[in-house]
């Protein structure tokens, strides 16, 4: 989205969309298997994960240590969280 410029570069809103698409696919998938409140728990921890983590390699933002015990911490509760549905 960051690439978008605010959606003024054509190529990266349409990935945009695709790949919001994608993801909004796969969540549909998801909750025909498990609960909806575990399916969306996991798929916003997955989100937020790999939202920084690529913020952190592509975009150069800061990784100290509370952004990352925080994103660990998040993976951990949806761990749990997986663990105990």
């Known amino acids: 989205m960051k690439l978008s ?3 003024q570069r054509v190529l990266p809103s349409i990935s945009v969309f695709l790949f919001y698409s994608i993801c909004i696919y796969f969540l549909t998938l998801s909750v025909q298997r498990i609960e909806v409140s575990t399916a969306y728990a996991i798929w916003s921890g997955v989100t937020i ?3 920084t983590v690529i913020g952190i390699l592509f975009f150069n933002e ?8 925080s994103v ?8 749990i969280l997986h663990l105990q549905s």
């Open 72 to 79: 660990a911490f998040v993976m951990f509760g949806v761990l």
């Open 5 to 7: 410029s605010g959606f």
């Open 62 to 69: 800061a990784a100290n240590k509370r952004k990352l015990f």
């Open 49 to 51: 994960v790999a939202t």
